[in-house]
Every structure is written in structure tokens, then in C-alpha cells.
């Protein structure tokens, strides 16, 4: 396994070829590569920005301590400060096969800068873990109460599905699960018929799927996408369309939003709450399966 930690990011590879690449910017993933590093399964804007001015477009930004708009009172950005602050790379482990590798990534409370700090003065540390399998992406997060009073969070993985074509995918798992829309901001409840989920539209959804321990499984023409989660209750869909998708300056190409889905698995619709002392994990699998 070849870990080259350049000053500005991680390249883990495995012997057959298969590789990821995170920045220490927001420890965004920006590639997962599988069969034998043929294929990229997240999709990157061409504009998006990784010198630190704005989040990253694309790859798998993480949402912490927020999701969305911040409260109004609040002076935290969008989606929180994670993926907007540099994270330390805290080393890398390899199975003795050398079939995977894991990679260890931290942020603390004193790496905040410091009008972060002032907007979220709660003492936390985080340690991020993503372990690379020769056909698996696996992400795991603990987050812990560093301090003595208790408080709240919220944590999602904002994850930019590469996929083949969007009129040719669709989604199960999800049926007959109720879903607040985002874009019709209306509390709706799916379609009670177990149909398969397609997008045809700007979607926004964060569904609350009533089986915490159900696969999510994106199909595209290409190898499909079988996610399972641990300890996360919910689960955003998102693509902006073609006319949200004009609308961003980093979204490139403009009929980028054909090739791509987010699937975004968190605790959001209700914060997290941890005592002094408290630590709370959880983590996602995105399994490679072939059609057919
Ligand atoms: O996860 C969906 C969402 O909350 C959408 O509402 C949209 O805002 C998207 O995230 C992108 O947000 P960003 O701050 O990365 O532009």
C-alpha cells in the first residue's frame, strides 16, 4: 500500500490498484477508484475548489457540526466548519492481506479557526476513518465531548455518487419511507407503493427510513451502489437539476448533474446529544455490486 501524505493531501493504493485520495482540507475524499483504479465512483465539479477558498464540489465533504442553514443566531457557514477546516492525518493501517487500507484522520476543537471557535465554542474532538476494500468504501466517524457541559450536533456525509446517466438510475431502499422535501418544503410521505425511487426533477429529500439497518441501493448501468449505514437515522437525496445546477459557479459542466446523485447518510433532523466525556460513532459501507 503506497501512502504518499504531501503536504496537501492522502493517496492510498492498493496492490491490485484500487485507490482513494483525501484532502486534508475538510478530509474531503475527492476519488475512490475501484477495479483496479478503471473506474471513479465519486463525482468531482471540474470547478470545484480544493485550494481552501470554498467547500468542495463533489467527492464526500463531511457536515459537521451542522446540516444546512445554520441557525439564524448563529455565525457557523452552511453544512458547519468540517469540511471547510484542514484536518490532521493521523496514519494509515493495512489488513495483513493488503486487501484494504485504512486511513485515520482527526479535528479538534483547537484546530478551529477563530471565528469558528467563537461560533461553536463546544469542546470536541473528531477522528474520521476511511478504509478503502477492493470493491467497498468504508467511513466511520467518533465524535466526541472533549468538555464538561453537554451539546448537541449533527453529522451527515454529503457523498457525490458518480453515476452513469440519472435518467437511467433509480433508487430502492427507500419506498413507502416518509421524507420531509426540501424543494417543496412540505413534510410528504413517499409513495406508499414500494416502487422504485427515479429522479426527474430537482430532488432534496431527507428521507427517515423506519429500518435503520436497511440497504440503500443506488442502480445505475454500471456496478451498483449497495450502502448500509450504523447508528445514522437518516438519509438526504439530492440532485439540483439543470437549473440549480446553472446557478452554481462551481458546478462543471453544466450538464454535470446527468452523472450525478447524492446519497447522504447522517443524524439530521435531530441533533445528537452528548454529555462531558460522551462519544458517539457512525459510519457507512458503499458496497460495489455488478448488475444482473
Ligand atoms: O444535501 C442537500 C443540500 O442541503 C441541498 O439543500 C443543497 O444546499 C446542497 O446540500 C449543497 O449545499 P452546498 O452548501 O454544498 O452548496
Request: proline letters at 8%; glycine letters at 8%; hydrophobic letters at 35%.
Amino acid at each position: 500500500v503506497d501512502i504518499s501524505p504531501s503536504s496537501d493531501r492522502v493517496t492510498a493504493t492498493l496492490p491490485t490498484g484500487e485507490s482513494c485520495e483525501v484532502l486534508l482540507y475538510g478530509a474531503t475524499l475527492v476519488s475512490w477508484k475501484s477495479e483496479g483504479g478503471q473506474r471513479e465512483n465519486l463525482w468531482m465539479s471540474d470547478a470545484a475548489k480544493v485550494d481552501g477558498s470554498k467547500a468542495v464540489r463533489g467527492g464526500i465533504p463531511l457536515v459537521f457540526p451542522v446540516f444546512g442553514p445554520p441557525p439564524s443566531s448563529s455565525h457557523l457557514p452552511q453544512h458547519g466548519f468540517a469540511r471547510i477546516s484542514r484536518w490532521e492525518f493521523l496514519g494509515k493501517s493495512t489488513s495483513e492481506s493488503d486487501s484494504s487500507v485504512q486511513l485515520d484522520f482527526g479535528l479538534m476543537s483547537s484546530n478551529l479557526s477563530p471565528e469558528m471557535r467563537a461560533a461553536w465554542p463546544c469542546e470536541f474532538g473528531v477522528i474520521y476513518s476511511v478504509t478503502l476494500g477492493r470493491r467497498s468504501l468504508e467511513t466511520r466517524v467518533v465524535v466526541r465531548n472533549e468538555g464538561a457541559a453537554a451539546w448537541e450536533f449533527m453529522w451527515l456525509w454529503h457523498t457525490y455518487l458518480r453515476v452513469e446517466d440519472i435518467h437511467q438510475t433509480h433508487l430502492t431502499g427507500l419506498s413507502s419511507t416518509p421524507y420531509h422535501d426540501r424543494v417543496a418544503s412540505a413534510h410528504l410521505t413517499s409513495e406508499p407503493s414500494p416502487t422504485p425511487l427515479t429522479i426527474t426533477s430537482e430532488t432534496d429529500r431527507v428521507y427517515h427510513p423506519p429500518d435503520p439497518q436497511s440497504t440503500i441501493t443506488v442502480h445505475t448501468p454500471a456496478p451498483r451502489y449497495e450502502i448500509t449505514r450504523e447508528n445514522l437515522p437518516d438519509v438526504v437525496v439530492w440532485n439540483p437539476w439543470e437549473e440549480k445546477a446553472k446557478g452554481m459557479s462551481d458546478f462543471e459542466p453544466k450538464d454535470g448533474w446527468e452523472n450525478m446523485l447524492c446519497v447522504e447518510e447522517g443524524s439530521v433532523r435531530e441533533g445528537v446529544r452528548l454529555e462531558g466525556g460522551e462519544a458517539w460513532e457512525g459510519g457507512v459501507t458503499v458496497r460495489l455490486v455488478e448488475e444482473g
